[in-house]
């Protein structure tokens, strides 16, 4: 199981190759990740036992309610397996980019069972539109001050 932390940033080169902070995934990169179309415009990015969980976790939705079932279709139409090179970069199709906005400089976000992709302005703006909620948004989820 993942354990995912930390903001990184790096640059994707123009073959869509973008070098993996090992802080991020350890020294020892699987021969890939796999992907799901995250949200709010990033992409999700998972080691195997991960997403398998998170398509069993698909697996188990009701099927039989509409919007569930929607989501699972988008979710499962952007599911794809990201292979390393040789030299360690997590090699992205150019579609997959494109669509997310990657070029540059990428913002790499641990968010604990898996990591997410997001293009640097994208990110900036995400984190600009929610960081004078912070202690509302802890204590939504239940953090205790210390």
Known sequence: MGNFFGHYERNIDEKCRLPLPPKLVGKDLPAAFYALKGLDGCLS???????????????????????????????????????????????????????????????????????????QEAYEKYVSSYASDYEDLATSIGVKEN
Do not use: C, M, N, Q
């Open 45 to 119: 990015v998972y080691p195997k036992e991960d997403f398998d969980r998170e398509l069993d976790r698909l697996r188990h939705a009701d099927y039989a309610d509409p919007r569930k079932r929607a989501y699972v279709r988008l979710a499962l139409d952007s599911a794809l397996e990201l292979a390393i090179d040789g030299r360690g970069r997590l090699v992205i199709p150019r579609d997959v980019a494109r669509a997310h906005g990657l070029s540059g400089v990428i913002v790499i976000l641990g968010t604990l069972d898996h990591f997410e992709l997001w293009s």
